[in-house]
């Protein structure tokens, strides 16, 4: 079992709509967790993260995480065609972090 | 505020070769982490330098090695390299006692 499992996609969804990404993770000693965002042959750039259950929010973007159920998920509200990219959730410590394989996400005008 | 640079931004080296990436974190932060991104597979994490030292390494053969300078830069070296390393290699680095990585744009490596 992987210790962060996250669904591929491909996500297609009309400029405008509500993007929910899921994940799961398997490894309670996991301290924080993170979401990134990877454009095509670019390095993952830091969405938000979060070492606390609850949500965070940041402009359009929402991070959730439920440690009881070892669910992260991340929202995005009015998506707009600039948001497509692979988005990747992360969990770990200082030591590591594990990431999932990424979603990836087409907002279409 | 420069951000992490990861210098050459594509290498091509025969089966066998070694070959040397190098990695410069952003300024004031002292952990510097290496990342293999292959297709399909998703980042799976290589090596973690602190403060000159290695700190925890990932699962991959020893083949896989690398180093931290005293200004923080690190450099990664793959020995005796097959088809399957091909990649693209990240570096990240972080600030101590903050959460995020920041990551930079990768030296994708072709071995053929």
């Known amino acids: 079992q992987k210790e962060v499992e996250q669904d591929p996609g491909p996500l297609s969804v009309p400029e405008g709509a509500i993007v929910s990404l899921n994940c799961t993770y398997s490894?309670?000693?996991?301290?924080?967790f993170m979401w990134y965002r990877q454009y095509s042959r670019k390095g993952p750039e830091l969405l938000m993260y979060t070492y606390s259950s609850g949500n965070k929010e940041d402009g359009r973007f929402t991070a959730q995480v439920d440690k009881s159920s070892k669910y992260i998920s991340l929202f995005i509200r009015d998506s707009q065609p600039s948001d497509s990219a692979t988005y990747l959730c992360a969990s770990g410590g200082y030591q590591k972090v594990t990431f999932g394989t990424g979603t990836k996400l087409q907002v279409i005008p | 505020e420069a951000g992490v640079t990861q210098s050459p931004t594509h290498l091509i080296k025969t089966r066998g070769q070694q070959a040397t990436l190098r990695c410069s974190p952003i300024?004031?932060?002292?952990?510097v982490y290496w990342y293999q991104q292959a297709l399909g597979l998703g980042l799976q994490f290589l090596l973690w330098y602190d403060e000159g030292e290695e700190r925890n390494r990932g699962n991959f053969p020893p083949r896989f090695s690398g180093r931290q300078f005293p200004n923080y830069s690190s450099e990664l070296n793959v020995n005796a390299l097959e088809l399957e390393d091909s990649a693209l290699y990240l570096c990240?680095?972080?600030?101590?006692?903050?959460?995020?990585?920041?990551f930079g744009s990768g030296t994708r490596l072709t071995v053929v």
């Open positions: 990240a680095s972080r600030k101590q006692l903050d959460y995020g990585y920041t």
């Open positions: 300024s004031g932060h002292t952990s």
């Open positions: 490894n309670s000693a996991f301290q924080y």
